[in-house]
């Protein structure tokens, strides 16, 4: 095939149709070009280079996943292949081995997607700033010479390496489920990795000793067409066999993971959905104890779209706050300038210091379990405490000129303050910020309003001191929005 990568390599990872846009020629230039970029400027002098690879349950990661392999490995550099995996699994392959890594999936994307995921040492990641446009631009020559040229080197060593149980041993050591009083959980693993991963990590699959945890399994047959939903539990409608199935079976709480299992969604006893903010601050509290007890100061890293709550929570603990764009390289920078023990996302992804920095959705629904069994209240009363704004959730609209169609609002909401006599508080950190910080008896309400980076949208998040306020921000707001919407 004639391979443009232009459309393939994202701005963090590499993700296509297969074979249409991805195919083993394609991955094995990638490959190659990793190697030459990432891999052997880091190998430490005299010390043979080192790669890991793993991949997910779709149809074809077995067969990508060994040609880019083979394209490292044409470098001179041995490859570890640890077959499958979730995508923290491959995180912890390359934090714990301390060599660049490559992780074949297309997360939440459908079956005929695939993609690679790649991280330096120590999981660090590779984004278009950090490498992945060098390595675009390098397989690009070789596809359009029609050949990877041989390498300089003797090709490496390809071996295979099952790690599976010291990643569930690495993680049970961060959370000790041990001693908690006895849970149900029931886990949606929407036959994407998790149906690999929970009965490792939470159960005895691996060799490790039961936990005090009953587990009720749906759809871990590991399945990459996807049968009975997609494995993106961001959209509401693949919650509903969990919501469902948690009541039903008298469970204290659910778990649904995305299909290479680096996010984790949790609904409580009730079946309702505890928003990823709620998560990331009750995990931020029991970090920040963590890093007081051992005399540092706790940072927290938060993007902004996270609920106002979040920065709040980590503050009343006795943690720093720490504010960001939305995006998991914007996060792991600010985890490595700030020197953070815990950060957190609204789409589910949550990254842990001792995690080498990387997000696993597994340790984050650990740290709930943990609260939960550590707390005599169900859920749904524990995870109210978390919950002190009416968030609008992320609502998208198609625009022709997103700066434009931006400006106009912020136009209008400055025309509204005036005429009510109240201040505005407004940012661009990341699109448009604009706050009311309640004074004079005005409820609290923020929206954020943030251009696509792919696609001709506007991306509106509200939240307000209750459901009316957010409703009423919300819907002025998208009436400007639309109102100049194609």
């Not at 050949?147 to 060593?157: F, L, M, W």
């Not at 993680?171 to 006895?182: E, F, K, Q, Y």
């Not at 006893?269 to 505890?274: I, L, M, Q, R």
């Not at 950060?343 to 992804?349: D, P, R, T």
Request: proline share 6%; hydrophobic share 45%; net charge negative.
């Amino acid at each position: 095939m004639s391979a443009s990568l232009s459309t393939v390599v994202k701005a963090y990872d590499v993700r296509g149709v297969v074979p249409d846009q991805l195919d083993a020629p394609v991955v094995r230039a990638l490959g190659a070009a990793f190697a030459e970029v990432v891999v052997l400027p880091e190998a430490a002098a005299g010390a043979a280079p080192r790669a890991v690879v793993g991949h997910d349950m779709r149809p074809s990661s077995p067969e990508l996943s060994a040609a880019f392999a083979d394209g490292v490995a044409s470098r001179g550099v041995d490859v570890v292949l640890i077959g499958l995996c979730s995508t923290d699994g491959l995180y912890f392959a390359s934090g714990s081995l301390d060599v660049p890594g490559a992780m074949f999936t297309a997360s939440h994307n459908p079956a005929q997607y695939n993609g690679v995921k790649l991280c330096r040492a120590g999981a660090r990641p590779v984004g278009q700033d950090t490498g992945l446009a060098a390595v675009r631009e390098l397989a690009q020559t070789w596809l359009d010479a029609g050949e990877v040229p041989a390498g300089t080197a003797a090709p490496g060593a390809v071996s295979g390496q099952d790690l599976l149980a010291e990643y569930a041993a690495h993680l049970r050591s961060l959370v000790d489920l041990s001693g908690a009083r006895p849970l149900e959980v029931v886990v949606d693993a929407g036959n994407g990795m998790a149906g690999h991963t929970v009965p490792a990590v939470l159960g005895d699959a691996a060799g490790l000793p039961a936990l005090p945890l009953r587990v009720e399994a749906l759809y871990f047959e590991l399945d990459g067409t996807f049968p009975h939903h997609e494995a993106n539990p961001l959209d509401p409608e693949n919650l509903r066999d969990l919501q469902a199935a948690v009541p039903r079976a008298g469970a204290d709480l659910g778990l649904a993971f995305d299909g290479d299992a680096d996010r984790c969604f949790v609904v409580d006893e009730n079946g309702d959905p505890v928003s990823p903010s709620a998560v990331t601050a009750l995990v931020a509290r029991r970090e920040i104890a963590k890093e007081l007890a051992a005399g540092r100061e706790p940072r927290v890293i938060h993007n902004l779209i996270t609920s106002r709550a979040v920065p709040e929570i980590v503050a009343e603990a006795g943690g720093v706050p720490v504010r960001t764009r939305v995006g998991h390289s914007f996060i792991k920078q600010r985890m490595a300038e700030e020197g953070a023990v815990f950060g957190g996302e609204h789409s589910a992804h949550y990254y842990f210091r001792e995690f080498w920095s990387a997000d696993t959705g597994m340790l984050a629904a650990m740290h709930v379990l943990a609260a939960l069994a550590e707390s005599d209240l169900p859920l749904s009363k524990l995870a109210a405490e978390y919950e002190r704004y009416a968030s609008s959730g992320e609502v998208n609209s198609t625009v022709d000129d997103a700066a434009a169609v931006t400006e106009r609002v912020l136009a209008a909401e400055r025309e509204l303050a005036a005429a009510q006599g109240r201040e505005l508080e407004v940012d661009r950190l990341d699109g448009l910020t604009v706050s009311s910080p309640g004074t004079d008896g005005q409820p609290v309400w923020w929206f954020n309003l943030r251009a696509s980076n792919t696609e001709p949208l506007l991306r509106l998040n509200a939240e307000g001191a209750d459901p009316e306020t957010m409703a009423a921000v919300r819907d002025r707001v998208l009436a400007v929005v639309r109102g100049g919407a194609r």
